[in-house]
């Protein structure tokens, strides 16, 4: 069994603390929350995996901030990168102020 590393009670995310192939059950728990589940495609060390199912549009969170937006729906288990989201920061047009 492989673990994910949890930061915050808002994410929906985890990192991956070694490399996980495809298969392999992984665990995490952050306060109360826990789950486990299976890699559903191979995750390198550090990547971010899906803790619950996120539909497309979604806010991604990790450590305890929105980083992106699911590009398309996102189950347990899968690699979250790339082909499945898009940033939400430095976009075209982004000036950086936050009020």
């Not at 803790?51 to 937006?69: H, K, M, N, Q």
């Amino acid at each position: 069994m492989k673990h994910l590393i949890v930061k915050s009670d808002h994410d929906n995310v985890g990192n991956a603390l070694e490399a996980v192939p495809q298969g392999e059950v992984v665990a995490w728990e952050h306060g109360t929350r826990q789950g486990s589940f299976p890699a559903r495609e191979p995750i390198p060390f550090g990547f971010k995996v899906a803790l619950e199912p996120l539909s497309a549009g979604a806010d991604i969170v990790g450590y305890g901030e929105v980083i992106g937006v699911a590009t398309r729906d996102i189950l347990p288990g899968d690699l979250v990168h790339i082909h499945n989201m898009a940033g939400k920061r430095g976009l075209p047009g982004d000036t950086g102020d936050r009020a």
